[in-house]
T-cell receptor, first 114, second 113 residues
Framework: ETGVTQSPTHLIKTRGQQVTLRCSSQ?????VSWYQQALGQGPQFIFQ???????GRGNFPPRFSGLQFPNYSSELNVNALELDDSALYLC?????????????FGPGTRLTVL | AQSVTQLDSQVPVFEEAPVELRCNYS??????LFWYVQYPNQGLQLLLK??????LVKSINGFEAEFNKSQTSFHLRKPSVHISDTAEYFC???????????FGGGTRVLVKP
């Protein structure tokens, strides 16, 4: 059984560019959640996808968008990058959206915006 | 809205000494509580969780946390730490409706020999 994987590991972009981050969920999981972890802070919830539909969104602007595919892998897209978007982006998968459905995190993608 | 406060950003501790990491939450509804650990250059791993039942919950590697509803706290303790416990620890809450997590700012534990 493979765990949650994310690609790429590191990424450097310039302000105004667009970026796509990818996440492969753990086998048997149908739910993916994305979090942003700025340096020295706790992760902040961006959004969650359940069976290819968005299932809740945190306080992030519309230039943060996502997608979930039929195999339950997911993408996070960020348009018009800003310096403050520099952070570790974490993906977590779970077997469902209930409180008892533990989230399993990937190692993250570190995005640097110059 | 809910929030989580971890009162200590860093906790240095000597090996084999006890450690306590403090976590307080605020919420107008019932919450469920979690502690996650993040080792250097790794993702978050669930350490333990409180959903219902006994207010004292334990992990397999010697950590325990107690849910205190009246004080809105969920402090994490370990009676004797090892060098390998050096990591950042995050307290998190979620509401009854789902598993979207709200995290505290984290506490960095540095275990010294």
């Amino acid at each position: 059984e493979t765990g949650v994987t994310q690609s790429p590991t590191h990424l450097i972009k310039t302000r105004g560019q667009q970026v796509t981050l990818r996440c492969s969920s753990q086998s048997g999981h149908n739910t993916v959640s994305w979090y942003q972890q700025a340096l020295g802070q706790g992760p902040q919830f961006i959004f969650q996808y359940y069976r290819e539909e968005e299932n809740g969104r945190g306080n992030f602007p519309p230039r943060f968008s996502g997608l979930q595919f039929p195999n339950y892998s997911s993408e996070l897209n960020v348009n018009a990058l800003e310096l403050d978007d520099s952070a570790l982006y974490l993906c977590a998968s779970s077997a469902g959206t209930g409180v008892t459905d533990t989230q399993y995190f990937g190692p993250g993608t570190r995005l640097t915006v110059l | 809205a809910q929030s989580v406060t971890q009162l200590d950003s860093q906790v240095p501790v000597f090996e084999e000494a006890p450690v306590e990491l403090r976590c307080n939450y605020s919420s107008s509804v019932s919450v469920y509580l979690f502690w996650y650990v993040q080792y250097p250059n790794q993702g978050l791993q669930l350490l333990l969780k409180y959903l219902s039942g006994s207010t004292l919950v334990k992990s397999i590697n010697g950590f325990e946390a107690e849910f205190n509803k009246s004080q809105t706290s969920f402090h994490l303790r370990k009676p004797s730490v090892h060098i390998s416990d050096t990591a950042e620890y995050f307290c998190a809450v979620t509401r009854a409706a789902g598993n979207k997590l709200t995290f505290g700012g984290g506490t960095r534990v540095l275990v010294k020999p």
